[in-house]
């Protein structure tokens, strides 16, 4: 039973400690979108920081694979939308046309061929490129933002980097004081 609690601790000591950093990591370009008043948090960029943090050694997680998937999904949906002439068409997804089926046809079929190629797999791009194919970030200074704020957050997580568990549970300590699940129980108290 104390086995099954230490695993339980263990847990929670490392979920609260990746939610603080998803919370940073968000926060950071979140707060230079309100200053910018620019799109510097878009769907895709959740899915990225959970990835990274939750599976940092995955290779999908590599900053290279991040910017250049990301890079490549932007450009495969602004490819789409260029060629079926829906640069200036706002997004409508409650009327969906055949020029926006084949915008998100050819989007996600660049995107996945681009990143395959150059071995820059980065599965949350797969919604970057539909983002960007149905029209929410269509100009080129929102794709510059989101590239931006891809690089931005990559370089929040490298400079996060991976504690060991030692530290995460010291960190915690001095956040949450007195008898939480880090204290030992004894003699029943």
Not at 44 to 70: D, F, K, M, Q
Not at 114 to 140: K, Y
Request: charged share 15%.
């Amino acid at each position: 039973m104390a086995r099954s609690r230490g695993a339980v601790r263990a847990r929670v000591a490392g979920a609260l400690a990746v939610s603080w950093k998803a919370a940073l990591c968000i926060s950071v370009p979140a707060l230079v979108a309100w200053l910018a008043r620019q799109p510097f948090v878009f769907p895709s960029l959740g899915p990225t920081i959970y990835l990274v943090l939750t599976a940092p050694g995955a290779p999908a997680s590599a900053p290279r694979r991040t910017v250049a998937g990301h890079a490549i999904s932007a450009a495969g949906g602004y490819l789409a939308l260029t060629v079926t002439g829906l640069t200036r068409t706002a997004p409508d997804l409650g009327h969906i046309d055949g020029r926006r089926v084949l915008a998100v046809v050819i989007a996600l079929s660049c995107t996945t061929l681009g990143m395959l190629a150059t071995d820059s797999s980065h599965p949350p791009g797969g919604a970057t490129t539909l983002i960007v194919a149905l029209g929410f970030l269509r100009t080129p200074l929102n794709l510059a933002v989101l590239l931006t704020a891809v690089v931005l957050t990559t370089f929040v997580l490298l400079a996060l980097g991976r504690p060991r568990r030692s530290s995460v549970v010291a960190s915690l300590k001095k956040l949450l004081p007195g008898r939480f699940i880090f204290s030992r129980r004894r003699n029943g108290k």
